[in-house]
């Protein structure tokens, strides 16, 4: 049964909100050497705070930063561990209500040892506890996110000829930020992770194949690199993963349901809460769900962060009902499917529909659940 009392909540979210106009002049002018990290950081700190009073306000008790020192969700951490390098792009096909949209996010590849510099989160973590007495969460990219798009010919051979040595050292770079974390007082941690996600996806599953990768094997590979990577976090910190299928500008990657990943999901990954996408058919129905332990947490996704219009109250909890003939009532929650600005561009959703999403989540929560 989920014990509401810590880490997921019954009304959670992903973490990324919508970026306010006055950070996007403020991160063009720093791009365009206009105005310095001293000033930049500043203008993040105001907006943060504007955040987390949103945040407060409509109910929530996991607070994040909405993500505004980021650029993107995954980048703007990774590059900072010692042997991570940026470069180019991987051209995708991003699908939305109105059409394709072309996006070509920046390219990870491994160039040397892999390596845990120095903490990454813990200053931003520190500024939002200083802003709220709920749950600060820092959300931070899955260690999925390193290996699956570039696979094999985008980790150094010569660093790396074999890819276990190269699985064990990421994890070992993410254990030093989260004892980072933990000893700074940090106690909610969401992994966000599109590759579990895209392996439901049949069309994905063959570019792996084309990597070099098995798609039936890399769910297994995946939570033996999660488990280790969180292995040693304290007792009272509750980790979390969001699967998430893609999320640019309202537009998706991937489409399929878990059931081809579940088992190793849901069985293998050893965290407190899985938060998943349940907000269109893309996502598959809720059998998958028959795998989850009883000891697990299941955040479902039925409002969309990529809409504006608000979901009929009376539909999601029929969608709850559902879910609960696969898993107990009792261990489930809700938010919106995914964040609702997982790069700085943001969906097309307005501020006021943000607000308005977020607190339909709890309103619906409570009337459900009732605290």
Sequence with gaps: ???????????????????????????????????????????????????????????????????????????????????????????????????????????????????????????????????????????????????????????????????????????????????????AGCRYVQLDDTNLAYLCDPKLRQGALERGDDPDELPHTYARLINESIAGRPDDMSVCIHLCRGNFKSAWVAEGGYEMVAEALFNEVDVDGFFLEYDDPRSGDFAPLRFVPADKAVVLGLLTSKQGELENKDAVKRRIDEAADYVDAAQLCLSPQCGFSSTVHGNAISFDQQRAKLQHVVDIAQEVWGN
């Design 1 to 183: 049964m989920t014990n509401t009392e810590r880490p997921p909540f019954r009304a959670d979210h992903v973490g990324s909100l919508l970026r306010p106009e006055v950070l996007l002049k403020a991160r063009d002018a720093f791009l365009k050497g206009d105005l310095d990290a001293d000033g930049l950081r500043e203008v993040e700190d105001r907006s943060i705070r504007d955040a987390v009073r949103l945040q407060e306000e409509v109910g929530l008790r996991g607070i994040t930063d909405g993500e505004y020192r980021r650029t993107y969700f995954h980048i703007d951490f990774l590059k900072q561990l010692q042997g991570v390098s940026v470069e180019g792009g991987i051209a995708m096909k991003f699908h939305s209500a109105d059409g394709e949209v072309d996006f070509a996010p920046p390219r990870l590849t491994v160039t040397g040892k892999l390596a845990h510099a120095a903490p990454i989160q813990v200053a931003d973590f520190e500024f939002l506890e200083s802003l709220t007495g709920a749950w600060p969460k820092v959300c931070i990219p899955s260690p999925t996110m390193v290996h699956f798009r570039g696979g094999r010919e985008a980790i150094d051979a010569q660093t790396y000829p074999d890819l276990a040595e190269f699985f064990h050292d990421l994890a070992v770079c993410y254990q030093a930020e989260i004892k980072a974390l933990a000893d």
